[in-house]
Each structure stands twice: as structure tokens, then as C-alpha cells.
């Protein structure tokens, strides 16, 4: 059985960083796509980042570009994402998710993703 573990949440100061792990298990994820999605009180989930199964392609939503960095290492099964300058419009929980397809497909629809993890929480607070 498809199972995925997020890691790395915790409390933050605003323009800190944090590194999110999504692990697999059951699986190998060299033939996945990866999102990264994130859900706050009281508002919709919304997809933050999405790796390709090769790693050769990334997607990310206009709210993180430039401070959030999607990679994976197909040799440990694990995706990492890395936050920086994070605001605390950023505080969510945060999921990911596996989306099986062609090595540079990396989308960040949440329909595409069947396999998700139970997430983890995300606060940026001074």
C-alpha cells in the first residue's frame, strides 16, 4: 500500500526557514510526481509545488515563487521542500501527495494525485 509521511512542520518566526520531508513507503517513488499541497483554517486547499518523476521539471504557484524550493532524492524514496522567508500567510497544514506519469509532468491540480500523507503543520508566528 502507497504511503506517504510528511515531516519538518513546526513554529517558525516570520522570514524564517523550514525543510518539509515527504517519505515513502510501500512504493518507490522514481515514477511519481510529487506535490506539495497546503490547507489553512477556514480556506481551501491550494497546490504550493510539484516535482517531476525525473526531478527535470518544477511547478510552483506565484505565492512561493522565489522563496520555496521543491527536490527529491529518488535514492532515499524521500521529497524535500524547502521554505524560506516564510510570512505567516503561509501557515497551513501541508500535504503531499503522489501523481503517477511521464518523467517532466509535474502538476498541481489535486485531482492528478490519488496517494496523499496525513500532513503536517505549519506555523509562522513571531
Known amino acids: 500500500q502507497l504511503q506517504l509521511v510528511e515531516s519538518g512542520g513546526g513554529l517558525v518566526q516570520p522570514g524564517g526557514s523550514l525543510r518539509l520531508s515527504c517519505a515513502a513507503s510501500g512504493f518507490t517513488l522514481d515514477y511519481y510526481a510529487i506535490g506539495w499541497f497546503r490547507q489553512a483554517p477556514g480556506k481551501e486547499s491550494e497546490g504550493v509545488s510539484c516535482i517531476s518523476s525525473s526531478g527535470g521539471s518544477t511547478t510552483y504557484a506565484d505565492f512561493v515563487k522565489g522563496r520555496f524550493t521543491i527536490s527529491r532524492d529518488n535514492a532515499k524514496n524521500t521529497v524535500y521542500l524547502q521554505m524560506n522567508s516564510l510570512k505567516p500567510e503561509d501557515t497551513a497544514v501541508y500535504y503531499c501527495?503522489?501523481?503517477?506519469?511521464?518523467?517532466?509532468?509535474?502538476?498541481?491540480?489535486?485531482?492528478?494525485?490519488?496517494?496523499w500523507g496525513q500532513g503536517t503543520q505549519v506555523t509562522v508566528s513571531s
Open positions: 501527495a503522489a501523481a503517477k506519469g511521464s518523467y517532466y509532468w509535474a502538476p498541481l491540480t489535486r485531482t492528478e494525485f490519488r496517494s
